[in-house]
């Protein structure tokens, strides 16, 4: 069982920037590959940005490349996501979410563990 915790959302400017955090509880977190996602109202959940268990490999979907960045400290059970150059755009509730497999994963079905998410919302 893995317990999944996000925050750090807020509101932010246009151009601005914000960091969130998953806070993650269980017995071998340091195995599994983590990854962001984000739903905006009316529109389904879409893929964000993964990383391998040993933080060696990183992916991010088209929309993002470039302005966002995702991490993790095994060490503290943590994974982040960095955003940049923020657009409107972005404005969702993201998701943190942990796949048991350590490679990384592009899509909904195949992670295990998911949070609760975080608002982030981007003004004009």
């Known amino acids: 069982q893995v317990q999944l915790v996000e925050s750090g959302g807020g509101l932010v400017q246009a151009g601005g920037s914000l960091r969130l955090f998953c806070a993650a509880s269980?017995?071998?977190?340091?195995?599994?590959?983590m990854g962001w996602f984000r739903q905006a109202p009316g529109k389904e959940r879409e893929f964000v940005a993964t990383?391998?268990?040993?933080?060696?490999?990183?992916y991010y979907a088209d929309s993002v490349k470039g302005r966002f960045t995702i991490s993790r400290d095994n060490a503290k059970n943590a994974v982040y996501l960095q955003m940049n150059s923020l657009k409107p755009e972005d404005t969702a509730v993201y998701y943190c979410?942990?796949?048991?497999?350590?490679?990384?994963?592009?899509?909904?079905?195949?992670?295990?563990?998911w949070g609760q998410g975080t608002q982030v919302t981007v003004s004009s």
């Open positions: 269980g017995r071998t977190f340091s195995s599994y590959a």
């Open positions: 979410a942990a796949r048991l497999a350590g490679g990384m994963g592009f899509s909904q079905g195949e992670y295990d563990y």
């Open positions: 990383i391998s268990w040993s933080g060696g490999n990183t």
